[in-house]
């Protein structure tokens, strides 16, 4: 195992950063914790590695991290099985050490819980709803039945009527790389941040056990999303694209693939879609296909005595 197993002394805490060798041991780890958060996502935390920073180090079977960035830095929730009281001060005491701010970042509903069950009264936890997840109904998605979804409908009627020759196919390593230069000629009209980020997800697709699908009109790609399951019953989507000036477009790709993954996976029940940053733009689109439910997350600091 490629991860710095250590005892329970905080001063043996040797964070480091991400790299493919880590898969083996943190998914481990993940599996255990089974969270529908986007933050528990090997991939997440690879092809992201150089915008969030993050390190990890195991601590028995929990993973800790360490994020250093441009907003500063924090500790992601302590995951996985085991004593939480003992992870939890191991990186009080890491912060202390390092002489930085001690804030634990990504805590969910059921997180909290726990740390409030081992630290009754000690922190204080305020929700972060920028980074909240997104998640719906794989079902909802892949048949868009019901008054709300009527306009999606509408511009997948409209997109079947203009484009005829159309055609969805999986993501293969044959056909990976017409979606990057896609994604790149989209790049070009937007302001694109996380284009470096799906160039580390397609140099490594296979190795990250990745998986998506793509659209083509015509012979050309027109849209692709690339996602992964997350947890037991649950599967994220890490990139969707798709060019806004063919109507009908996103919606297509949304609905074809979640039909996909609904034959490929049958026991996905929900889509984890990510948050939207605070992003306007972001939130309509995600809001207008009426989630579920949020993952809410939260950060949490010591209380003042």
């Known amino acids: 195992m490629n991860s710095c197993t250590i005892s329970s002394d905080p001063e043996t805490l040797q964070f480091k950063r991400v790299g493919l060798s880590d898969k083996p041991w943190v998914d481990r780890i993940l599996k255990l914790e089974d969270s529908r958060s986007s933050a528990w996502c090997f991939a997440n935390m690879f092809f992201w590695s150089e915008t969030y920073r993050p390190t990890v180090c195991a601590f028995g079977d929990r993973l ?34 390092r002489g930085v701010p001690f804030i634990i970042r990504g805590l969910t ?35 868009l039945a019901g008054k709300k979804l009527h306009a999606k409908r509408n511009h997948i009627n409209r997109f079947l009527e203009h484009n005829p020759d159309w055609s969805f196919e999986p993501i293969t390593l044959e056909n990976l790389p017409a979606c990057l230069a896609m994604a790149k000629e989209w790049a070009s009209g937007h302001a694109d941040n996380d284009l470096d980020a799906l160039h580390r997800a397609v140099a490594d697709f296979e190795a990250l056990g990745l998986e ?94």
């Not at 500790?75 to 005491?93: F, M, N, R, T, W």
């Open 109 to 143: 509903e059921r997180s909290r819980a726990n740390f409030e069950a081992v630290f009754p009264g000690e922190f204080d936890y305020a929700p972060d709803p920028n980074y909240f997840d997104y998640i719906y109904e794989v079902e909802k998605l892949a048949t």
């Open 212 to 305: 998506g699908g793509l659209l083509r009109v015509d012979g050309r790609v027109i849209a692709f999303t690339i996602g992964e399951p997350l947890n037991s019953d649950t599967y994220i989507v890490h990139f969707e694209k798709a060019f806004a000036d063919i109507q009908g477009a996103y919606p297509m790709i949304n609905r074809e693939f979640a039909r996909y993954i609904q034959t490929l996976r049958p026991n996905v029940r929900y889509f984890n879609r990510e948050e939207d940053l605070g992003i306007e733009s972001l939130q309509r689109a995600k809001r207008s296909y009426y989630p579920v439910f949020m993952v809410e997350k939260y950060h949490a600091t010591r209380k003042q005595l």
């Open 64 to 97: 800790l991290s360490w994020f250093d960035q441009a907003g500063g830095t924090f500790y992601g929730c302590p995951i996985g099985s085991g004593d939480l009281k003992s992870a939890v001060l191991a990186i009080e005491q890491d912060a202390i050490t």
